[in-house]
């Protein structure tokens, strides 16, 4: 330490535990899937279950058809099950082992003009 400031070189080691819910993990697979399938997150539904000491994660999320998206339905759903997975382990420290996902309904976004 350098005149009362840890430099960066020596990380702050503070004892103690972080627990994330149940609760806190479900509302962070909303959001994550809600950004990936391009739908607000009230209109997503996760649930979590515990897959041999892992996670699995079903989805059911609208499928958001946008004019200028020409991406197939199988390559959405690999896109919302990847962003899912990744961003678990990345924000939560948590690995998703399977991510069932179902769409459920369509959403249908307008073309927008620039004036």
Do not use: C, K, N, Y
């Not at 702050?12 to 509302?27: D, F």
């Not at 997150?41 to 004019?67: H, I, K, N, T, Y």
């Amino acid at each position: 330490m350098i005149g009362g400031v840890a430099s960066a070189v020596e990380p702050l080691v503070v004892a103690g535990r972080t627990t994330i819910s149940a609760r806190a993990l479900r509302r962070l697979a909303v959001g994550i899937v809600g950004d990936a399938g391009h739908v607000p997150a009230g209109d997503v539904s996760v649930e979590l279950a515990d897959a041999q000491g892992a996670l699995r994660a079903s989805v059911s999320v609208p499928l958001a058809l946008r004019p200028d998206d020409h991406t197939t339905i199988p390559q959405r759903a690999e896109a919302v099950r990847v962003s899912l997975t990744e961003r678990m382990q990345e924000l939560a420290g948590r690995e998703l082992t399977a991510v069932d996902v179902r769409f459920a309904g369509i959403r249908r976004e307008a073309q927008r003009r620039v004036a």
